[in-house]
């Protein structure tokens, strides 16, 4: 399945983005059974969906199977299965390139939501605060995962359990991945990095009362840092308006790369 989706990325923005991992980590806490789908042609998947959040779907068509009526089969499919999970709208990302894919979505009813961005800053080898999180730290870096996320407009709160699957228990996880900065015992920021190929930051976190003191720069300086000594040309992350943060990675040195809209229809 990854390598189909794999073979859509390239061949509809030229990058792949999805790993193995991703897909694993999201699968570990939904409903294997009945949150996700593939298509099968000649015992070949040409499509897939999958809700890991009742309101949000990832969801791919291979290209050579496209038109034959698969992707409004899954939006049926998704659309179904968000209401029976009580959700009241259900709705995807997509890259803004994919103009087919937005006029489809226009045409099925789905309007944007919000907007999403990659961008990314140079490596750059130099000194930081930045350390391992130590074994009974982990809990507290997730639970301020949990509080600085939680601060963002229109979001569903998520357990422990779903971050230990998203970080710690991601295939692949090594001590050094997640990072924080404390202030005496307490940790008062934290990040998680994936290494793939490049660094990219998949989560970074300041508690509340510890902001405005540098230490949001210091996390992407320790990500920049890795990033050199591993030989890899920059460090990325996503950031969407619900969060607020364009604004503050962009002072930190960072460019926008790509740009993304969730397009979502209310049940």
């Known amino acids: 399945m990854v390598c189909m989706v794999n073979e859509c990325e390239l061949a509809d923005t030229g990058e792949i983005m999805l790993e193995s991992a991703d897909v694993v ?5 939904i409903d294997r059974e009945r949150d996700a789908v593939v298509i099968v042609q000649n015992s070949r998947i040409v499509g897939w969906a999958m809700l890991w959040d009742p309101r949000k779907r990832w969801a791919d068509v291979h290209p050579s199977a496209r038109r034959q009526g ?41 309007t944007p939501r919000y907007t999403s961005w990659v961008l990314a800053v140079p490596s750059e080898a130099g000194a930081h ?6 074994a009974g730290e982990v809990d507290a870096a997730l639970d301020l995962f949990e509080a600085a996320f939680a601060e963002h407009a229109d979001r569903r709160p998520e357990s422990r359990e779903h971050w230990r699957s998203a970080t710690v228990e991601r295939p692949g996880f090594e001590p050094d991945d997640l990072l924080v900065i404390r202030a005496g015992d307490e940790v008062v920021a934290a990040a998680f990095l994936i290494e793939a190929g490049e660094i990219w930051v998949d989560k970074l976190a300041v508690a509340a009362d510890h902001r405005r003191q540098g230490l949001a720069r210091e996390l992407l300086r320790a990500a920049r840092d890795r990033a050199a000594a591993a030989g890899h040309p920059h460090v990325r992350l996503s950031t969407d308006s619900n969060a607020a943060a ?11 790369e790509r740009s993304f809209t969730h397009w979502a229809i209310d049940l």
């Open 246 to 256: 364009l604004e503050v990675y962009t002072h930190l040195g960072m460019t926008v």
């Open 25 to 29: 980590s999201d699968l570990a806490r």
């Open 70 to 110: 698969i992707g409004d089969w899954i939006l049926r499919w998704s659309q179904w299965r968000a209401a029976s999970l009580g959700a009241q709208r259900i709705g995807q990302t997509i890259d803004d390139v994919r103009s087919d894919v937005v006029a489809w979505f226009i045409a099925h009813g789905y």
């Open 129 to 134: 605060s930045a350390g391992p999180a130590r």
